[in-house]
């Protein structure tokens, strides 16, 4: 019964498959199962993946990389201007692309690794772009003179003097900060006098300012707006864009003879012109309790505490030759106050040239110099 019950079986199940159309099989193999609908979320979603247009540039502030966000569903997020109020591109070296744009440039050489952020949501990824052939556009290292009007009394002057502390590796690498204290009031005793009047308030009448803190950069340029990091920055970027370094400060030495404190400098212009030398001496560490300072520990650094005639502009200065080298000597006298040993080693120099233009004069380059060293020629790789 078993075995008749099995043939009967494999009968129907003949009967049912019927003949197979080859073709017919073929169609079936290839068919896929039907995917269910996606449904795409109108906000980007992470995870975003930041791409750039080219991996090399010229350091020159004109050839520029273009870049490029893209979210999970590959969605290009850089062509929304609402959303690109809340992206920012950064790169390891604090070089950042412009609030509301999607390129870069670059003034100095170097390898930079780029991140994004979307909302604080970091990119998965990171780029690397090189700039390079720096010395081709500018021969010496450039650095602003960040030149701030403030005062031991002044309530919003350590708010700018955080931001500035807070500036990037290569804001902080291009710059020079000299403070000019004013005495108003008879509130600050850390400023020095020029023709009758305290130091901050001789500046920014020069200047004709009247705010409390004013930054003057290169002593030509005012920030009348905001003083936050990235602003200042920017600007200093801008300036280094704008007006390329065409000479470069060597500092021989800085020494105490006598009384006087001495300071050898030498400028060398890779372009020619008309330029003036002029000399800041600094201090830091100088303390004033019951004032505004940055730490509320009332400590002043960068606190200019001797100036050379030409401090604020192009005065007597000579013409150089391109790749002509003109020296200077400064002299500051102490009097019966010359700084002890352990005070001198916060005392440093700011030499800096002016150099002549149609309006005036700016200030070209600036370096500092400690007491008891020298500073070379810092070019351009």
């Not at 780029?127 to 650095?143: D, G, I, L, S």
């Not at 308030?201 to 936050?228: A, H, K, Q």
Request: aromatic share 10%.
């Amino acid at each position: 019964m078993k075995r008749i019950l099995f043939i009967l079986s494999a009968a129907v199940l003949a009967a049912c498959s019927g003949t197979i159309d080859p073709e017919d099989q073929n169609q079936n193999q290839n068919q896929q199962p039907e995917q269910p609908e996606v449904e795409i979320p109108e906000e980007f979603t992470a995870p975003f993946t930041l791409s750039v247009d080219k991996s090399e540039v010229e350091a020159d502030g004109i050839d520029c990389v273009t870049f490029s966000l893209k979210d999970a569903y590959d969605r290009e997020m850089l062509g929304d201007m609402n959303v690109l109020q809340s992206i920012n591109i950064t790169s390891d070296r604090g070089v950042r692309v412009p609030r509301m744009t999607t390129a870069a440039t670059f003034i100095s050489n170097g390898t930079y690794v780029f991140s994004a952020k979307y909302k604080g949501v970091k990119s998965e990824n990171t780029v690397e772009v090189k700039a390079k052939n720096r010395a081709k556009y500018e021969k010496y290292h450039r650095n602003v003179g960040l030149f701030k009007c403030t005062s031991v009394w002044c309530t919003a002057c350590p708010g700018m003097a955080r931001n500035m502390h807070n500036f990037s590796e290569d804001a902080k690498d291009h710059s020079v900060i000299i403070a000019f204290h004013g005495n108003y009031g008879n509130k600050d005793p850390l400023s020095l006098y020029v023709q009758g009047q305290d130091l901050g308030s001789y500046v920014m009448g020069w200047f004709g300012c009247n705010g409390w803190p004013t930054l003057i950069y290169d002593l030509d340029e005012v920030l009348r707006s905001s003083y936050s990091t990235s602003d200042m920055e920017t600007t200093i970027m801008q300036r280094r864009i704008d007006s390329p370094a065409t000479c470069g400060i060597k500092v021989s030495s800085v020494t105490v003879e006598g009384t006087a404190l001495k300071v050898k400098a030498s400028l060398t212009s890779s372009a020619g012109g008309e330029y003036d030398m002029a000399c800041a001496v600094l201090r830091d560490g100088l303390v004033f309790q019951g004032g505004y300072s940055m730490n509320n520990d009332g400590v002043y650094n960068e606190v200019a505490v001797a100036l050379s005639e030409s401090f604020l502009g192009y005065y007597k200065g000579e013409t150089v030759a391109k790749d002509a080298e003109i020296s200077e000597e400064f002299s500051f006298d102490f009097g019966d106050k010359v700084p002890s040993a352990e005070e001198l080693k916060d005392y440093y120099v700011a030499v800096y040239a002016h150099r002549k233009t149609a309006n005036g004069s700016v200030v070209d380059n600036i370096v500092t110099c400690a007491y008891g060293e020298s500073v070379d020629y810092h070019l351009n790789d």
